[in-house]
């Protein structure tokens, strides 16, 4: 047949039943698909060639030849990559080129994503092996700024990636387009000092905290928008600024906890809504309402006091 679906299981496991079911189901409607189950820990060698770590994990074949992979209990993933590769013919060798070039353009776009691209297994906040997890605690520990690719998500890009840069394991580091190499490399880099000077440092906070003070000359760190407020002081303080017809920027520290925490710290002002102008600290809702009772806040907003 041409696509065979073998789902790697466990006894042990409930969510490996819950997608026998989900199998049988997809079963009835492709009946030209073969869906098998396999006991990952009964065959070693066969989970051990195919990078099996957890269970359920599902392999996708066509013509002998592994298409996909999907890992985790996904019931609309699943669904979703069946019904995908059933309804794929056999493609001709002309539009197989054609996928190649595709691919490799796709490849080139993640690859560029960002200053530093790496690509792991898992994510950084939940490496999913030793080797990912190792190269990212190297490239926090010098407060590298990094972006990453969970190449478990796509298995097309986890075997082109291997072609395109013909470097066989994973992870894979990317600066500016370039391949660094792989865990082994970045060690070798750490340890001559030179990893520094390749790699992108990550913004200081406080550097990132005075741009944002000044991003505009009258700032409010607020709890919301000036069209949603999220708190009852945001919305007295909104209802103030408004009243006076100064224009002015805001930004919602719900949406960002390190400019939330850095803030207090930075300014030593314990809560918000918190107000600047021209880079430097009015204060919060109490300061402007004494403000605007003794008829200084205009003078204020606009720089003149």
């Not at 440092?201 to 000036?226: C, T």
């Not at 949603?228 to 303080?237: L, P």
């Not at 408004?242 to 030593?268: A, C, H, M, P, W």
Request: hydrophobic share 40%.
């Amino acid at each position: 047949r041409s696509l065979v679906v073998v789902h790697f299981w466990a006894p042990w496991a409930p969510q490996c039943a819950q997608m026998n079911e989900v199998m049988a189901a997809l079963a009835k409607e492709h009946m030209q698909v073969a869906f098998v189950k396999l006991e990952a820990e009964a065959v070693p060698e066969v989970s051990e060639k195919y990078e099996i770590s957890s269970v359920p994990t599902f392999l996708f074949f066509k013509n002998a030849q592994k298409v996909d992979r999907l890992d985790g209990a996904h019931a609309p993933e699943l669904t979703k990559k069946v019904q995908r590769h059933a309804s794929s013919s056999s493609v001709s060798a002309a539009s197989n080129d054609g996928a190649k070039e595709d691919l490799n353009v796709r490849l080139k776009k993640l690859i560029n994503a960002a200053p530093c691209m790496l690509f792991m297994k898992g994510s950084p906040k939940e490496p999913r092996c030793g080797f990912s997890k190792q190269i990212v605690e190297i490239l926090n520990k010098h407060g590298i700024s990094f972006s990453s690719f969970d190449i478990f998500s796509d298995e097309e890009v986890r075997q082109g990636l291997k072609t395109y840069s013909n470097w066989p394991t994973y992870p894979q580091l990317y600066v500016a387009g370039e391949l660094i190499g792989g865990l082994d490399i970045i060690k070798e880099l750490e340890a001559s000092g030179e990893l520094d000077t390749i790699c992108p440092k990550a913004q200081k906070l406080e550097d990132r905290l005075k741009i944002l003070i000044n991003r505009a000359p009258v700032m409010l760190f607020m709890k919301g928008s000036k069209q949603v407020a999220k708190c009852g002081f945001s919305k007295q303080i909104i209802e103030i600024m408004n009243s006076t017809g100064v224009d002015y920027e805001t930004f919602d520290i719900l949406e960002d906890e390190e400019v939330r925490q850095g803030l207090k710290t930075y300014s030593d002002w314990p809560t918000y809504p918190q107000l600047y102008v021209k880079g430097e600290l009015v204060g919060g809702l109490d300061i402007v309402k004494e403000l605007k009772e003794s008829g200084e806040l205009l003078p204020v907003l606009k720089g003149e006091n």
